[in-house]
């Protein structure tokens, strides 16, 4: 009998031998199969991976997988003894909150199951804008903004000649801006402030054109020869004039695409200007306008007449004959 106690121990101390896991709980070794994960695996809401480590038997071959669409892949997915898996997900679509799902590890038999729940914080937030400024004409229009985001936000500011289609909305969404007819004489402004939930900010500046208005005065004629005279005239605008002059012809209503013209440079919104015609026929008969460019186009006075002499002054005032 006391040779017996020596195997009878050593059989004992094969089945009952035991190692720690992960979690501090003594596990079997000797030749019986086991699988031990952990129990709960977070990933952050920006991250797209984990990793699991696997402590198994030996003897024990597993497989781990999970049929959830935010798993986008397991690496490996199978195995033996002890080993290490990546997990890969798709990144949280959300920044309002988080999500799970289950992983399953399981040995070849599916006598083994170990439950793994995978949490994915809620991402990072972000709010972007198609633009950041839009300007507009003095006409009634509308402009869509698309707004990308994946938190709640909403849209405060504007003025009361801005509509917007919507003040508030979720994630991704298209918002219109509309404005009305700017009929005043100046420009104006407004900012529309784009919140998100968790305090993400961003503007969209809007502008729009005044009502341009350009006075000119008709025309007047001096220094009237056979062969040339003076013009003079006024404007005044609420926009820069790039170009002024006068246009004239032997037909009625001239252009500057149908008669001849007579063109200076500005930079200015208001004017006198005198100019000098030349090259006059006598005894003519002329229609002339005056004309100015400004950002609007050109904008043409009222048309008048004048007509050139045939003789110069004082040319006929000698009554006497043969003198």
Known sequence: MKKI??????????????????DGEEIPTASLEYIETPNKVDIQGDETSATISISASENCNWTVSCSDAMI????????????????????????????????NVK????????????????SK?????????????????????????????????GASWITISK???????????????NTAYDKREAVLTIK???????TISIKQAETIFTTL???????????????????????????????????????IENATNISETGTSSQG??????????????????AYVINSEGIKYSTSITFTTPNSWPGEDDNNLPNI
């Not at 106690?5 to 992960?22: F, W």
């Not at 003040?167 to 969404?173: A, I, L, Q, R």
């Not at 998100?196 to 961003?202: A, C, D, E, L, P």
Request: aromatic letters at 6%; glycine letters at 8%.
């Open 72 to 103: 986008s892949n397991i690496s490996p997915s199978s195995g033996r003894g002890d080993g290490t898996v990546t997990i890969t997900t798709t990144a949280n679509p959300t920044a309002l909150s988080a999500r799970s799902t289950t992983i």
């Open 125 to 157: 937030e972000y709010l972007e804008l198609s633009q950041s400024s839009i300007d507009f004409s003095k006409k009634a229009e509308t402009v869509n903004v698309t707004i990308s985001s994946n938190t709640r936000w909403t849209i405060t500011g």
């Open 107 to 122: 040995n070849s038999e599916g006598t083994i199951t170990r439950t793994i729940s995978l949490t994915q914080m809620a």
């Open 272 to 289: 006198n200007p005198s100019i000098e015609l030349k090259d006059l026929t006598a005894g003519t008969t002329y229609y002339l306008c």
């Open 5 to 22: 106690y020596p195997v009878l121990g050593l059989i004992l101390l094969l089945v009952c031998s035991c190692v720690k896991n992960g």
């Open 167 to 181: 003040t508030e909305g979720e994630n991704s969404d298209v918002v219109s801006i509309a404005v009305d007819e």
């Open 196 to 202: 998100g939930n968790g305090g993400t900010s961003k």
């Open 217 to 255: 005065t008709v025309p007047q004629i001096s220094n009237l020869t056979k062969t040339s005279a003076s013009v003079s005239f006024s404007f005044n605008s609420n926009a820069t004039i790039t170009t002024y002059g006068v246009c004239y012809s032997t037909k009625e209503n001239p252009t």
